[in-house]
């Protein structure tokens, strides 16, 4: 979506009753403490944030070297798939999000995985039942047409400044000369079941003395490096056909379980090109992706969070109980909505325009009050009642962000869907499980079929929102994300009530406890709320419990002013190990 020149007018038809501002400093985020108030120049880079510091350092090379914010972010994502296996790679899928500054315009690259043409409603059933899920994720039937890569190649083939093949270059030499393994990662390589203790993985992940590679040890991967190369010299092609295409068919059509993913699947697949879908909140514009994507989900939460029933408390602040009460409550009715309505709308309706109707978020807002237990799905204009979900997603994703000097920026939310994906591997990668992110139950009891349920070349749902932040006039403002499984949704919306509204500094804001209130429970990072704030929610009916969903990895940034000037106020997730830099 282009804001540049079309700013006041999609303002003035999409507001939820929000009143549009006259550009001012204002609509840039307040400045930071002992800062002058001075009208904005142009966000600009380097910026990179990500959650591994050697993928950080090859996106800000690639910057060095005249790079655009798509060519860093082919460097970050062929680094995080070396190093942080656990979480994204070559075999998995992304939506990326791309800012223009020249022009204004903020596009998707949707390089969501597929289902292969062999795919049936009944893929993960057996002997007339569902299987469970480990023995799903583990098999060759949960690994989807892999995606990541051949959208980075369309949005460098559009929007790089450096030839693609000198974008592999610190992937391949760490591949060939060997990194030090992470505390994270050898956590990871350490777990004694499921997609660590495949064949494959034990392959890679054990020493020659017989030991689990640990914290600080060497790990190299020549076929990894072997596939980067390819990639340099070959481009997307390399995973179309050839060598690649047939280490992922033999892979993925390996006992147990095989998946039916073919030569033909791999050649047919295309990454989709999307509009942003952008919508009003104070005085910003927040992009996010379109469905498959669950960004609606987030802007919904956002409108909730401005409406009546909800803003006056939601004002109080981050050490207000009363706040995170009425933050839990929005999630309830957030989740609700898109557990019941977002699919890929190649294959169902999803009503886009209804679940974000003025009318509608205002009449779901005003339950958030009185709301006790799980919320019920709503009826938003436009809506088809569908099967109720039965939709797992695990843990095992990556985001970044990237800003180059030009002031273009990609915000990349990237997976292998579980952790280590479906722990099968092919030419040095790990394949995702991503099949496993559609509805194991494909109709409800009377035979209708649910919005996520498996088709052929079907996307799954997806809770991966990358966002983009602009102001009114279309200017760059921010960006930021987080891996988190469905917690996404409320890890991102965390961050920009926590920035947009409460006036937090990107770091304080991502360091804010989580809370993920989704049906009946909430969960919650309860050491950090605190023993005080705790017993204050639970009076208000929010009784905290450990997060059972995978832990956030928010990486982001604001063009704030500081005490130095125009920076950016970036941010790097302390329970990951990412960093956030300028230089």
Not at 70 to 77: L, P, R, S, T, Y
Not at 150 to 173: D, I, N, S, V
Not at 335 to 352: H, I, K, L, N, Q
Not at 414 to 434: C, K, P
Request: net charge negative; proline share 9%; aromatic share 6%.
């Amino acid at each position: 979506m282009r804001f540049a020149a079309l700013a006041r007018p999609v303002v003035a038809a999409l507001a939820l009753g929000i009143a549009a501002c006259q550009p001012s400093v204002a609509a840039l985020p307040a400045p930071l403490p002992g800062a002058a108030v001075e009208a904005p120049p142009p966000a600009r880079g380097p910026f990179v944030s990500a959650a591994n510091p050697l993928a950080v350092q090859a996106g800000l090379d690639v910057l060095r070297q005249g790079g655009s914010a798509v060519d860093a972010a082919v460097a970050v994502q062929a680094v995080l798939g070396l190093v942080e296996p656990q979480s994204s790679g070559l075999g998995g899928g992304a939506f990326l999000m791309h800012f223009n500054a020249e022009t204004g315009e903020t596009v998707v690259y949707d390089g969501r995985e597929t289902a292969p043409a062999g795919a049936t409603p009944e893929l993960f059933y057996e002997n007339g039942r569902p299987l469970s899920f480990p023995d799903a994720v583990l098999s060759g039937r949960s690994t989807g047409v892999p995606g990541a890569v051949a959208a980075l190649a369309m949005a460098q083939e559009e929007h790089g400044r450096l030839p693609w093949g000198r974008l592999f270059t610190e992937a391949e030499q760490l591949a060939r000369n060997g990194f030090v393994v992470s505390p994270r990662l050898a956590g990871m390589i350490a777990l004694t079941r499921g997609q660590a203790r495949t064949e494959w993985a034990n392959a890679y992940f054990t020493r020659p003395d017989g030991q689990r590679y640990q914290a600080g040890d060497v790990l190299r991967n020549p076929a990894y490096a072997d596939t980067v190369a390819a990639l340099t010299r070959d481009g997307i092609g390399a995973f179309r056909s050839g060598p690649i295409a047939d280490a992922i068919v033999e892979t993925v059509r390996a006992e147990p379980r095989p998946g039916t993913l073919s030569h033909v699947d791999l050649a047919d697949y295309r990454p989709i090109k999307r509009d942003a879908l952008c919508r009003p909140f104070r005085v910003y514009i927040v992009c996010v992706p379109p469905p498959p994507s669950s960004g609606v989900a987030v802007l919904q939460l956002l409108a909730m969070a401005e409406a009546p029933a909800v803003a006056p408390a939601l004002a109080q602040g981050e050490t207000s109980a009363e706040a995170w009460i009425a933050f839990a409550q929005i999630q309830r009715l957030m989740y609700a909505d898109r557990d019941r309505y977002v699919g890929d709308p190649a294959f169902v309706g999803v009503p886009v325009a209804g679940l974000l109707d003025e009318d509608y978020v205002i009449s779901r807002a005003a339950l958030a009050p009185g709301l006790t237990g799980a919320a019920e799905p709503g009826t938003p204009p436009g809506g088809i009642f569908r099967a109720a979900d039965a939709t797992t997603e695990p843990a095992g994703t990556s985001h970044f962000v990237v800003v180059d000097a030009e002031g273009d920026a990609v915000s990349m939310t990237t997976t292998v869907e579980s952790v280590f994906g479906s722990g099968r591997m092919a030419a040095g990668f790990f394949l995702n499980n991503q099949l496993t992110d559609f509805s194991f139950n494909p109709t409800r009891p009377d035979g209708g079929e649910a919005a996520n349920a498996v088709a052929p070349g079907k996307r799954p749902r997806s809770s991966m929102a990358p966002v983009i932040i602009l102001d009114r006039e279309g200017r760059l403002v921010g960006a930021v994300g987080s891996p988190g499984g469905p917690s996404i949704l409320a890890y991102n919306a965390k961050v920009l009530i926590g920035t947009l509204v409460w006036g937090l500094p990107m770091q304080a804001a991502i360091d804010l406890p989580n809370l993920v209130a989704r049906g009946s429970s909430f969960g919650a990072d309860t050491a950090r709320f605190g023993p005080t704030l705790a017993e204050q929610l639970a009076a208000g009916g929010v009784v905290l419990a450990p997060n059972q969903s995978e832990t956030s990895g928010l990486h982001g940034g604001l063009w704030r002013q500081g005490p130095d000037g125009w920076a950016w106020d970036g941010g790097a997730d302390d329970r990951r190990e990412g960093v956030a830099r300028t230089r």
